[in-house]
């Protein structure tokens, strides 16, 4: 059973446009929903996290939008340049939890058009 | 500096020659997993380890092994590859010992058996 459910898989965006990627979980103990980007040839790597004591987290271009009662959450890229071509994972888990779980969506490769 | 290293990078095999793929971090991160990457399937847990002598199985531990003997070190063994083992695989390590989803990933091992 997938825990975190992504979509799209696939997205092509024009230079200067808004990314959104979506990403939807079940298990309501969650507290801790963690974007990864990942370059080709690369490992994951940390973007971007939220807690679901907030609606929105900002960071530069990227923003976190989080709908609790949805379950819902989803990663906006304002401004999209060709560097962010990469895939974007949305992740979620327990924190502090001794199961040392971390919930992975299938990921999106994002594609943005100079 | 801060890394998560994995070796080797790119390994072709043949079907039931025994492997290991080495994992070793420099950041004194009690917490370490191995992933395996396949297209459209996104990050699967195989195994994961939130201290010395403390392993767990993930989502697909079939057919893999896992010791933690060290700190620093997480082999992943492949007592019999099969081609169903052909994967990229990512190792990833986390402060502490309980689950922060903060994980710093290796670069990946491009693994390829025949």
């Known amino acids: 059973q997938q825990q975190v459910k992504q979509s799209p898989q696939s997205l092509i965006v024009q230079k200067g446009g808004i990314s959104i990627i979506n990403c939807a979980y079940e298990n309501t103990a969650f507290d801790y929903f963690p974007w990864y980007q990942q370059f080709p040839g690369k490992g994951p790597a940390l973007l971007i996290a939220?807690?679901?004591?907030?609606s929105e987290k900002k960071e530069g271009r990227f923003t976190i939008s989080f709908n609790k009662s949805a379950k819902q959450f989803s990663l906006h890229i304002m401004d999209s340049q060709p560097g962010d071509s990469a895939t974007y994972f949305c992740a979620a888990n327990v924190r502090g939890s001794t199961l040392g779980r971390l919930y992975f969506g299938r990921g999106t490769q994002l594609t943005v058009w100079p | 500096e801060a890394q998560v290293t994995q070796n080797p990078r790119y390994l072709i095999t043949v079907t039931g020659k025994k492997l290991t793929v080495t994992c070793s971090q420099n950041m004194n991160h009690e917490y370490m997993s191995w992933y395996r990457q396949d297209p459209g399937l996104g990050l699967r847990q195989i195994y994961y380890?939130?201290?010395?002598?403390?392993?767990d199985k993930g989502d697909v531990p079939e057919g893999y092994k896992v010791s933690r003997k060290e700190k620093r070190n997480f082999p992943l063994i492949l007592e019999s590859p099969s081609p169903n083992q052909t994967s990229l695989y990512f190792c990833?390590?986390?402060?502490?010992?309980?689950?922060?989803?903060?994980?710093?990933f290796g670069e990946g091992s491009r693994l390829t058996v025949l």
């Open positions: 380890s939130m201290n010395v002598e403390v392993t």
């Open positions: 990833a390590s986390s402060p502490g010992t309980a689950n922060t989803g903060e994980l710093f």
């Open positions: 939220i807690r679901p004591d907030v």
